[in-house]
C-alpha cells in the first residue's frame, strides 16, 4: 500500500497532537480523599481477616489498591493522630496535642505548615467533611458568632464539622465557621466544669435518657444522649445523632460535584465505631453484634457511595484515595451498648494485643491502604509507613518544596512501586511513647496499671522494658528485652537521639 505525501503528513500531525495531548493529562493534578474512620480496629475489616463481619465497599479499595500490614496512626487517640495527619509532625513534639475538650482552642498554628496549606498553593480546592477536634477558637470559643480559629485558617477553603466528638457538646455542625440553624434569641454556652443551673444531666437525671452511660459520659443531656461537658441552649442547631452519618456524607458528595472540574483535596472524617454509637435505624440490627458492629457497616456503606459519586462524575480514575483510622478499637468506651455482650467470636483488634489509648500495637497498628485505579497495582505490603508520611508523600506527588517534618517521602511505597517504608518510627499513647525500629517494637518502663479497668484494655504499662519481635511475634506475648540485652541497648539510643530523654515524664491517661 503506497501513502501519499498529504497523508503521511497528517499522520505525523496526528502523532505529534496525540503526543501533546498525552503530555498535558500526564500532568493533570489527581483528585487526593482522605476517609478517616474513628477508633476502626485493625480486625475490624473483612479486608483485614475478619470473617463475622462484611465490609465490600471498604473491602474493594483496599483489594483494588496497597493494603498494608504495618500502617500506622502516630498515636492510640484521636487528636494527636489528626494532628500528625495533617501537619506531618509527631504530636509529642506539642505539648497541647492530647484529646480536647470540646472548647478548646484551635491546636494547629495558623502559620503551620499542613497538607491543605501545601495543596492550596499547587492550585487545589481543600475541603474538610466531618471530625474535627482539632480545636476551634483562639480563647474562650463564642459559639454564637464566626469562630475567629479553625479549618479555614489551616488550609482549608471549605469545612463543614463536629467541633469535636459525638459525645461532646456542643452537639452542633458547623459551617465554615459558624454554626448551622443556630436561633440568636438561643444562645449556646458551653462549659466542662460546671453545669449550668437548671440544665439536666445524665448523673442526676437518669430517667430522660434513651442510651445509659458508663463511666464519664455523664453531663448533659442531648437527644436522650448523657455527653462529656455541659451545654445550655442552642436547640435549634442541635443535629440528630442517627442522621449523622447521612449528613456528613451528603456534603461530601456535594462538594465532589461542586469540584469535579478541578483539583481537589477532600479530607472527609467519619465518626464511625465512635461512641455514642447510634447508626441509622435502617442499619440497626445488621451485624449481629450491636450498635458497634451496625456502626461499621453505615460506615462501609459511606464509603460506597462516596466512591459511587467521584466515579459517576468522572474523576475516580484521577482520585488517589488514602484510607485509614485514628487510632485502634475499644468497645466500652463510656456507654452501655452491648458492644461486648454482642461481639461473638469478633475480635476487633484482630491478631494484635492491645487497643484505643495503648502502647501496644493494637492501638496504633490500624487499618491503612491506599487506592488509585488504574495506577496502582492491587497488592498486599509489608512495609512500614505511618500517616505523618503523607505530608512528604503528597508533597512529592505534586512536584512541591516543603519544610522537613518527621514526615518521610514514600510515595512510591504508597502507589505501589516500592516495599521500602520507613526504617523507624515512635508512636504515642497519651503522651507516653514507644519505639518501632525493623521488626522490633521496644516500650520503655512507665508507671501504672498495666489495664486501664474503665475499658479493659492493657495499655503497656510495666516496670520492665518491653521488646517484642513483631514478625515473628505479632501478638506480642514474648518479651525478649532481657534475652536481647544488646539489642535493646541500642535501640533505646536510637529512641533518645530522636524522642530525647525526657520521655519518662508522661501524665495521666485520658479516658474520653
Known amino acids: 500500500?503506497?501513502?501519499?505525501?498529504?497523508?503521511?503528513?497528517?499522520l505525523a500531525l496526528s502523532f505529534s497532537l496525540n503526543g501533546i495531548s498525552q503530555n498535558k493529562n500526564?500532568?493533570?493534578?489527581?483528585?487526593?480523599?482522605?476517609?478517616?474512620?474513628?477508633?476502626?480496629?485493625?480486625?475490624?475489616?473483612?479486608?483485614?481477616?475478619?470473617?463475622?463481619?462484611?465490609?465490600?465497599?471498604?473491602?474493594?479499595?483496599?483489594?483494588?489498591?496497597?493494603?498494608?500490614?504495618?500502617?500506622y496512626?502516630?498515636?492510640?487517640?484521636?487528636?494527636?493522630?489528626?494532628?500528625?495527619?495533617?501537619?506531618?509532625v509527631y504530636p509529642w513534639r506539642n505539648?497541647?496535642?492530647?484529646?480536647?475538650?470540646?472548647?478548646?482552642?484551635?491546636?494547629?498554628?495558623?502559620?503551620?505548615?499542613?497538607?491543605p496549606k501545601m495543596l492550596k498553593e499547587k492550585g487545589y480546592q481543600t475541603a474538610v467533611v466531618g471530625k474535627w477536634h482539632l480545636g476551634l477558637g483562639t480563647g474562650i470559643v463564642d459559639w454564637n458568632k464566626q469562630?475567629?480559629?479553625?479549618?479555614?485558617?489551616?488550609?482549608?477553603?471549605?469545612?463543614?464539622?463536629?467541633?469535636a466528638t459525638q459525645d461532646r457538646v456542643p452537639t452542633i455542625y458547623i459551617d465554615n465557621g459558624k454554626v448551622v440553624n443556630l436561633d440568636s434569641k438561643d444562645p449556646i454556652s458551653v462549659n466542662y466544669d460546671k453545669n449550668f443551673p437548671g440544665q439536666p444531666t445524665g448523673k442526676e437525671n437518669p430517667e430522660l435518657l434513651t442510651m445509659k452511660w458508663h463511666h464519664g459520659h455523664n453531663g448533659s443531656i442531648v437527644n436522650g444522649i448523657p455527653r462529656?461537658?455541659?451545654?445550655?441552649?442552642?436547640?435549634?442547631?442541635?443535629?440528630?445523632?442517627?442522621?449523622?452519618?447521612?449528613?456528613?456524607?451528603?456534603?461530601?458528595?456535594?462538594?465532589?460535584?461542586?469540584?469535579?472540574?478541578?483539583?481537589?483535596?477532600?479530607y472527609y472524617a467519619l465518626n464511625q465505631p465512635?461512641?455514642?454509637?447510634?447508626?441509622?435505624?435502617?442499619?440497626?440490627?445488621?451485624?449481629?453484634?450491636?450498635?458497634?458492629?451496625?456502626?461499621?457497616?453505615?460506615?462501609?456503606?459511606?464509603?460506597?457511595?462516596?466512591?459511587?459519586?467521584?466515579?459517576?462524575?468522572?474523576?475516580?480514575?484521577?482520585?488517589?484515595?488514602?484510607?485509614?483510622?485514628?487510632?485502634?478499637?475499644?468497645?466500652?468506651?463510656?456507654y452501655y451498648d452491648d458492644a461486648l455482650e454482642k461481639l461473638g467470636n469478633h475480635k476487633p483488634n484482630g491478631p494484635l494485643r492491645g487497643g484505643k489509648y495503648s502502647l501496644l500495637e493494637a492501638g496504633t497498628r490500624v487499618p491503612f491502604f491506599t487506592y488509585w485505579k488504574g495506577t496502582i497495582t492491587p497488592q498486599v505490603s509489608d512495609a512500614l509507613v505511618c500517616q505523618v508520611d503523607l505530608m512528604e508523600s503528597i508533597a512529592k506527588l505534586v512536584v512541591m518544596d516543603v519544610k522537613k517534618t518527621d514526615s518521610q517521602d514514600l510515595l512510591n511505597v504508597f502507589l505501589g512501586k516500592s516495599n521500602k517504608g520507613r526504617k523507624n518510627l515512635i508512636i504515642e499513647a497519651n503522651t507516653?511513647?514507644?519505639?518501632?525500629?525493623?521488626?522490633?517494637?521496644m516500650i520503655p518502663p512507665y508507671p501504672g496499671d498495666p489495664i486501664l479497668a474503665e475499658v479493659n484494655i492493657e495499655v503497656g504499662n510495666s516496670k520492665d522494658f518491653q521488646l517484642y519481635n513483631l514478625k515473628k511475634d505479632i501478638g506480642q506475648k514474648q518479651n525478649l528485652a532481657k534475652s536481647q540485652q544488646k539489642l535493646l541497648s541500642a535501640m533505646v539510643k536510637d529512641f533518645e537521639k530522636i524522642r530525647g530523654n525526657d520521655y519518662k515524664n508522661v501524665e495521666k491517661i485520658e479516658l474520653k
Open 1 to 10: 500500500m503506497k501513502f501519499t505525501p498529504i497523508f503521511l503528513s497528517f
Open 26 to 71: 500526564s500532568n493533570v493534578k489527581p483528585n487526593i480523599v482522605f476517609i478517616y474512620l474513628d477508633d476502626l480496629g485493625y480486625g475490624d475489616l473483612s479486608c483485614y481477616g475478619t470473617t463475622s463481619i462484611k465490609t465490600p465497599n471498604i473491602d474493594a479499595l483496599a483489594n483494588g489498591g496497597v493494603r498494608f500490614t504495618n500502617g
Open 73 to 88: 496512626a502516630t498515636s492510640a487517640t484521636c487528636t494527636p493522630s489528626r494532628y500528625g495527619l495533617l501537619t506531618g
Open 95 to 115: 505539648k497541647d496535642a492530647k484529646i480536647l475538650p470540646g472548647s478548646a482552642p484551635l491546636l494547629i498554628g495558623k502559620d503551620q505548615q499542613t497538607i
Open 147 to 163: 469562630l475567629d480559629a479553625g479549618p479555614n485558617d489551616v488550609g482549608f477553603d471549605y469545612s463543614y464539622i463536629m467541633a
Open 228 to 266: 462529656i461537658g455541659f451545654v445550655s441552649g442552642g436547640a435549634s442547631a442541635n443535629w440528630s445523632d442517627v442522621d449523622l452519618a447521612d449528613h456528613f456524607l451528603a456534603k461530601a458528595q456535594t462538594y465532589v460535584k461542586i469540584h469535579k472540574a478541578e483539583p481537589f483535596f477532600l
Open 274 to 334: 465512635h461512641v455514642p454509637r447510634t447508626p441509622n435505624p435502617r442499619f440497626v440490627g445488621r451485624s449481629g453484634m450491636g450498635p458497634r458492629g451496625d456502626a461499621i457497616l453505615e460506615a462501609d456503606y459511606c464509603v460506597g457511595e462516596i466512591v459511587k459519586t467521584l466515579k459517576d462524575e468522572g474523576v475516580l480514575d484521577n482520585t488517589l484515595i488514602m484510607f485509614s483510622s485514628d487510632n485502634g478499637p475499644v468497645l466500652n468506651d463510656g
Open 432 to 441: 507516653k511513647t514507644a519505639f518501632r525500629q525493623g521488626d522490633w517494637l
